[in-house]
């Protein structure tokens, strides 16, 4: 008869303590749910992390109801076994919606960085491109201000060359002249028109060297 009064007993205290524990359980499941709202709609506060260390703890609380359906009366067995049925399927529901979640946020993140380095590499060729191109121009312009240097050294040059010829032309009339007058004249002018070939290859080779600079530069 003692043993009946005490398995009845421990029945009743293990009824309360599911009794007690099923709301409870119920009502941290909604505080999960409304986190992950609060999550999914951009709140800083929340961290899907918390959330899913409170899931583990109801896990292992399911667990422990679980056991203790087992210590039930048959006749409320199947109730409470329903009941914690219903928890683990909204457990369920929950911990689905919150993996969803994060690898939608971890997909957005990729996306995002990846943009990110794109528009950043992009940025960086451009710059590159710029920069390429002021040291091309610059380069550019250095060798058109030497080539215009060099065209302008040729140029004066080539004067100079003219304005002798024209000198030693004028001298030479005067030296024929003379000659003439001494009768040397005829073997003088073949010395004059070999100096006049000299000179004439001299002017040449300066705009041949000229030229080559030029390309050589260029």
């Not at 002021?134 to 250095?142: K, T």
């Not at 304005?163 to 002249?177: N, P, T, V």
Request: zero cysteines.
């Amino acid at each position: 008869h003692l043993d009946q009064v005490d398995l009845q007993s421990h029945s009743e205290d293990t009824m309360i303590a599911i009794s007690e524990l099923l709301p409870e359980e119920k009502r941290k499941l909604h505080e999960l749910e409304q986190q992950l709202i609060e999550l999914e709609r951009g709140n800083a506060t929340i961290h899907a992390s918390d959330i899913y260390m409170g899931l583990n703890e109801v896990t292992r609380r399911l667990d422990h109801l679980d056991s203790l359906v087992l210590k039930e009366p048959k006749v409320k067995r199947d109730d409470f076994r329903r009941r914690v049925h219903h928890l683990r399927t909204t457990y369920s529901h929950i911990r689905g919606s919150l993996d969803n979640l994060v690898r939608r946020k971890d997909r957005s993140n990729y996306d995002s960085n990846r943009r990110d380095l794109f528009a950043e590499a992009n940025r960086n060729i451009e710059a590159g491109d710029i920069e390429a191109e002021i040291a091309e121009n610059g380069s550019l312009n250095r060798t058109g201000k030497m080539l215009n240097e060099y065209i302008a050294i040729g140029q004066e040059t080539m004067s100079n060359l003219a304005s002798q010829k024209e000198r030693l032309k004028g001298i030479q009339r005067k030296a024929f002249d003379i000659l003439n007058s001494l009768g040397i004249a005829n073997t003088l002018m073949k010395v004059v028109e070999g100096r006049d070939k000299v000179d004439k290859w001299i002017v040449y080779g300066g705009m041949v060297l000229i030229l080559v600079i030029i390309v050589l530069v260029w």
